[in-house]
């Protein structure tokens, strides 16, 4: 028997009223979060569970069972949000062995306050064959959320993991969706940062998703590359402008980094690269995703790991692992993306790309979000009202899009009618791309001479900026990149990382124009940046 579950596919309005919301009630901003989710989504207040739980990030499998597990389990099958005959037996853990027939649970969302991992109890191990002759599977240590989603199923062992019946299932049967309770998590850095997750999704609803990818391959393991090949070759057939980092390293600092609405990349510890920029932000919306064993290992930290810094900046939606998962069990991108891309939320595109349950995956943001709500065709009906520093970008998609149908001198037409009514950097610079290709140097300047006389650009925009001067200078206008580089230079907070090499270039440019004085004055401040300081007297 499969409780309420029924193959045919639920209305989404239904959605939001079948959705628990677990908060912490020693946590006044978890359950401030909770209850502002709940307004924002339309989620009836009564769907809000609060309990005592620790102030920490990382449990013991007894507190959890006992302050978590047993009391939420209890009140959802009391409730009749799941389908159980409550029974009086426990297992090795604690936990309540029931009858289980299903659920009715949407999506379950775990709330700032609420504990992420569970750490490894050697006394509650036991062997569980033939997945424990491996070594890396001889743990309980795990993702809070990981376990919840188990809820309904009954009888799961807490050690090694238990495979997710919903794992890149197309068709899932009644049964399959009984056995698994997709759980999101509001969390971040700070309260504000969890609360933008919710208000970042809604803005996003409205508008459709705008911007660029970015897909750092280059990885250590073969089947992770071909995973992020994919995943490039999924956002160039959607029409995204994508780049494609294949080097060993991850992005570097200077890299080109405007409008990311999706990246997707590996390998290293912490946040690093152009998102490190000083006030770089993800636009509304951007799903973000950066493969490592511990890119969820704290989310409270807006420097410390993947996860936590992406939200500190503004990310919509991503995914991590609070320990170490091993490469196959993470959560794979090219099937989150599959997912998502199709029309699915953002809980159904995460628990679809994830192969395994009571263990380390962990997503972080609002599982209703539907980042393909709106069309391409509905965006470029309602330029007007798009974000004035975004619509370009949904211009840009259709111009790839009729490219892709051979429909090339559509496509430029399209871009520079959009440059006459919105000046775009990004939009310009793809436009002087086809002119430069067709040999047409005049019609370059002329395209990106209007960034020469732009008064200010945004951490984003920096290498945007960049790269407009360099085409500028390579196509007979150094006066006019040299003006851009003096506006960036500006920018009172950009570090030397960035200014050092630009400087160099700059400095190449200005030679070029002729202006020896900028020139000079551009040499003497890399000599002061680079030159080492001088020792500190005893």
């Known amino acids: 028997m499969a409780g309420w579950f029924v193959a045919n596919p639920v209305r989404a309005e239904s959605l939001a009223e079948r959705v628990i919301i677990v908060a912490n009630s020693d946590d006044p901003d978890s359950l401030r979060l909770a209850q502002y989710y709940a307004e924002k989504r339309g989620i009836p207040p009564e769907n809000i569970f609060s309990f005592k739980l620790p102030l920490v990030e990382t449990i013991a499998w007894s507190e959890f069972v006992t302050a978590l597990w047993r009391p939420l389990q209890a009140e959802l099958i009391r409730r009749h949000w799941i389908d159980a005959i409550p029974m009086a037996l426990t297992d090795a853990v604690g936990r309540q062995k029931n009858a289980m027939h299903g659920h009715r649970i949407s999506y379950l969302v775990t709330c700032r306050g609420v504990p992420l991992r569970i750490a490894h109890d050697p006394a509650l191990y036991a062997e569980v064959p033939p997945m424990t002759s491996r070594s890396e599977f001889r743990t309980n240590q795990g993702g809070v959320d990981s376990e919840l989603a188990l809820l309904a199923a009954g009888g799961t062992s807490i050690n090694g993991f238990v495979f997710n019946a ?106 690093n690269g152009p998102f490190t920029l000083p006030g770089f932000r993800f636009p509304a919306g951007a799903i973000a995703l950066h493969l490592h064993s511990f890119s969820a290992r704290t989310l409270h930290s807006a420097t410390e790991a993947w996860c936590g810094p992406l939200v500190a900046r503004g990310v919509t939606g991503t995914v991590g692992n ?7 069990l993470t959560h794979l991108p090219h099937l989150f993306l599959r997912a998502l891309a199709r029309g699915d939320t953002l809980g159904d595109a995460a628990c679809y790309a994830l192969p395994a349950l009571s263990w380390q995956g962990v997503l972080i943001g609002d599982p209703l979000y539907r980042p393909f709500a709106v069309s391409l065709e509905e965006q470029l009906r309602r330029l007007e009202e798009l974000p004035r520093d975004l619509a370009g970008y949904a211009v840009l998609r259709r111009a790839h899009v009729l490219e892709a149908e051979k429909e090339m001198d559509e496509a430029k037409i ?21 002119l430069e290709a067709n040999g047409d140097r005049a019609g370059v300047v002329q395209t990106l001479g209007f960034v020469s006389r732009q008064n200010t650009f945004i951490p984003n925009e920096w290498a945007l900026a960049r790269t407009v001067a360099q085409r500028l200078e390579a196509n007979g206008a150094p006066l006019m990149a040299v003006a851009i580089y003096r506006q960036l230079f500006s920018a009172e907070t950009m570090t030397k990382e960035v200014r050092a090499p630009w400087l160099y270039e700059a400095r ?4 070029a124009a002729q202006d020896i004085q900028q020139a000079e004055a551009w040499e003497k401040e890399l000599d002061e940046l680079i030159a080492p300081k001088p020792e500190a007297k005893e």
Do not use: C, M
Request: proline share 6%; aromatic share 10%.
């Open 166 to 271: 919903l794992f890149r299932n197309d068709h899932p049967s009644a049964f399959d969706l009984a056995q698994v309770i997709k759980v999101g998590r509001l969390d971040g850095p700070d309260f504000d940062s969890a609360r933008a997750l919710v208000d970042h999704a809604l803005e996003a609803e409205k508008h459709g998703l705008l911007g660029r990818g970015y897909v750092d391959s280059g990885g250590v393991y073969p089947d992770g590359d071909r995973w992020f090949e994919s995943v490039a070759t999924q956002l160039t057939r959607l029409g995204f402008e994508t780049d494609v980092d294949r080097t060993p390293t991850t992005l570097p600092l200077t890299e080109r980094i405007d409008a990311p609405a999706f990246y997707f990349g590996w390998y290293a510890n912490d946040l």
């Open 322 to 328: 609070v320990f170490e998962p091993y490469l196959q």
């Open 414 to 434: 399209l871009l520079r009618r959009e440059l006459e009514q919105r000046p775009n950097l990004a939009v310009a610079l793809a436009l002087a791309a086809r």
């Open 508 to 511: 190449s440019t200005a030679l």
